[in-house]
């Protein structure tokens, strides 16, 4: 299985951004399509973003877009997200995850392996 640990998490202002990243380790980064998702105290976890292995299908929740990147680099078995323009609502625990499921999905179970998460906090 793959193991992800997230990084890049922090206190920022609203307006200001921040790039988050997940590097990938024990399989074949290759083999997955890789995505985000948040979770905020009290609410279920959502989909952020999300991009095939190659890099060339992504897909992004209507709260981010337009305002969020997902890339990543499988050279470095990595997957980043950068975001700008962020808000205090974008407040929330940030987690990566990974699935082998074709095609660029959006929903919490369609993915099998998640890393421990990294907080992002906006302050107004």
């Known amino acids: 299985q793959v193991q992800l640990v997230e990084s890049g998490g922090g206190l920022v202002q609203a307006g200001g951004s921040l790039r988050l990243s997940c590097a990938a380790s024990g399989r074949t980064f290759t083999n997955y399509n890789m995505a985000w998702f948040r979770q905020a105290p009290g609410k279920e976890r959502e989909f952020v973003a999300a991009?095939?292995?190659?890099?060339?299908?992504?897909r992004y929740s209507y709260s981010v877009k337009g305002r969020s990147a997902i890339s990543r680099d499988n050279a470095l078995n990595t997957v980043f997200q950068q975001m700008h323009s962020l808000k205090p609502e974008d407040t929330a625990a940030y987690y990566c995850?990974?699935?082998?499921?074709?095609?660029?999905?959006?929903?919490?179970?369609?993915?099998?392996?998640w890393g421990q998460g990294t907080q992002v906090t906006v302050s107004s």
């Open positions: 991009s095939s292995w190659r890099g060339d299908t992504k």
């Open positions: 995850a990974a699935t082998r499921s074709v095609g660029v999905t959006t929903t919490v179970g369609s993915y099998a392996y």
